[in-house]
């Protein structure tokens, strides 16, 4: 059986250096794809998107799961990617397409990071379930307010930031909720549980070429590891 993890992170690798994605379903498509070609010598190995697993009772769907047929093993995938728009009128590679025309400057970044923490909230379930062996998170921006992670203590995202640094196992919720003052969706998005510690590295991804705000896109990889008995 070959190291799926190791093989999921090599063709993450490959897609480095290449372009930045124009959308969160390109970036899938674009990893599904380079999956397909690692798993190639491995023919027991499929790949599928928006895979429907089950949870508390609900369906939800891991945006690429990674299926080994002979051993009946599963290893989920999750994926994010959050933009800001670069205003460059280069056009895009070879269409007539201004490339300020491509992202779009996505807000509410402290949903981004709760969505981000969700997604290793939900691989951590499925493989305490026994559902999965272990998985992936990847996060892909070009906002420097996810790397940085320089929140005050005293945000109400606090708990779900991005930094470089070592994020420690426990609860995950909203700090200094006011009724009246925090915005209507915290109380739609509730805290959560985290099981390991999780040390985060950004790395670099993608440089758009043009001395231009938001060309730089970093990268966060994080494995959610095996089960422990």
Same mark, same amino acid.
């Given at each position: 059986?070959?190291? /799926?993890?190791?093989?999921?992170?090599?063709s993450f690798?490959?897609?480095?250096?290449?372009?930045?994605?124009?959308?969160?379903?390109?970036?899938?498509?674009?990893?599904?794809?380079?999956?397909?070609?690692?798993? =190639?010598?491995?023919?027991?190995?499929?790949?599928?998107?928006?895979?429907?697993?089950?949870?508390?009772?609900?369906?939800?769907?891991?945006?690429?799961?990674v299926?080994?047929?002979?051993?009946?093993?599963?290893?989920?995938?999750?994926? %994010?990617?959050?933009?800001? $728009?670069?205003?460059?009128?280069?056009?895009?590679?070879?269409?007539? !397409? =201004?490339?300020?025309? !491509?992202?779009?400057?996505? $807000? =509410?970044?402290?949903?981004?990071?709760?969505?981000?923490?969700?997604? !290793?909230?939900?691989?951590?379930?499925?493989?305490?379930?026994?559902?999965?062996? $272990?998985g992936?998170?990847?996060?892909?921006?070009?906002?420097k307010?996810?790397?940085?992670?320089?929140? $005050?203590?005293?945000?109400?995202?606090?708990n779900?930031?991005?930094? %470089?640094?070592?994020h420690? =196992?426990?609860?995950?919720?909203?700090?200094?909720?006011?009724?009246?003052?925090?915005?209507?969706?915290?109380?739609?998005?509730?805290?959560?549980?985290?099981?390991?510690?999780?040390?985060?590295?950004?790395?670099?991804?993608?440089?758009?070429?043009?001395?231009?705000?938001?060309?730089?896109?970093?990268?966060?990889f /994080?494995?959610?590891?095996? %089960?422990?008995?």
């Amino acid at each position: 059986m070959p190291n /799926v993890i190791k093989i999921i992170k090599q063709s993450f690798e490959n897609l480095k250096n290449t372009r930045f994605f124009v959308s969160e379903a390109d970036f899938q498509h674009s990893l599904a794809v380079e999956l397909e070609k690692s798993f =190639a010598d491995y023919p027991e190995m499929q790949v599928f998107l928006e895979f429907p697993v089950m949870k508390d009772g609900q369906k939800i769907y891991v945006d690429i799961m990674v299926l080994d047929n002979n051993h009946k093993k599963l290893w989920p995938i999750e994926l %994010k990617y959050k933009t800001l $728009s670069i205003p460059s009128g280069t056009k895009f590679q070879n269409t007539n !397409i =201004a490339v300020n025309q !491509i992202l779009k400057n996505q $807000s =509410a970044q402290d949903l981004g990071g709760y969505d981000f923490w969700k997604d !290793i909230n939900r691989i951590e379930y499925l493989v305490g379930k026994g559902i999965a062996v $272990s998985g992936v998170c990847i996060f892909i921006t070009n906002d420097k307010y996810y790397v940085d992670g320089k929140y $005050s203590k005293q945000t109400q995202a606090f708990n779900f930031r991005l930094g %470089k640094e070592l994020h420690k =196992a426990g609860k995950r919720d909203w700090k200094n909720v006011d009724a009246e003052l925090s915005p209507s969706y915290i109380k739609k998005h509730p805290g959560f549980r985290i099981k390991n510690n999780y040390n985060f590295v950004w790395q670099s991804f993608f440089t758009f070429n043009e001395d231009v705000k938001n060309n730089r896109f970093d990268a966060l990889f /994080v494995e959610i590891p095996p %089960k422990t008995k």
